[in-house]
């Protein structure tokens, strides 16, 4: 079963009191946590939209997931609305092929950066950084003011920097939805 980023819960970083109680109870009553299937069986054209969740586990297995690398390829591909958010946007690694090139790349990108990961202390413990990687993927990477909700659109493809972009990212997703 997926694990939830309890930082990500945090009023602070939901974006209030209210919004993290909110998020809390959906994630509670989500069904589809508990019962979670291989992103190989994934089908691209059972759904309307591909959107990727926070959190530093895709800096630990998305980055370097295969069957990842290709549904982000074909999501990116099909026109599709793809919204990756916080560190999930460490996952656009693996779409790199066997000489480093990848359809993302020179995108408008954002995601969690150095500043926000030195915040919570894991910068000087992690193998590296997000903001750094997708520099050098190459990825048009920007920022917004650290803990405060920034998004990029850039084509079919929608990044957030981190969890108070996630609400904001969704919203502007959804709209874009035919």
Request: charged share 25%.
């Amino acid at each position: 079963m997926p694990v939830v980023d309890t930082m990500s819960l945090r009023p602070r970083m939901a974006g209030g009191e209210e919004n993290a109680l909110r998020e809390e109870a959906v994630i509670e009553e989500a069904d589809e946590l508990r019962h979670p299937f291989s992103l190989k069986d994934v089908r691209l054209d059972d759904y309307n939209a591909v959107y990727y969740p926070g959190g530093h586990g895709p800096m630990e297995d998305l980055a370097v997931d295969p069957d990842s690398g290709a549904l982000l390829r074909e999501a990116l591909a099909s026109g599709r609305a793809l919204g990756i958010v916080c560190h999930a946007p460490a996952a656009l690694l693996a779409t790199r092929d066997a000489n480093g090139g990848t359809p993302f790349a020179n995108y408008r990108v954002t995601g969690f950066c150095n500043e926000e990961e030195a915040g919570v202390g894991f910068a000087d413990k992690a193998k590296w950084l997000l903001e750094d990687e997708l520099k050098k993927l190459p990825t048009e990477y920007s920022r917004g003011p650290a803990w405060e909700p920034y998004t990029v659109v850039d084509r079919n493809l929608f990044t957030g920097q981190n969890p108070a972009s996630s609400g904001p990212l969704a919203k502007e997703l959804v709209e874009a939805l035919p």
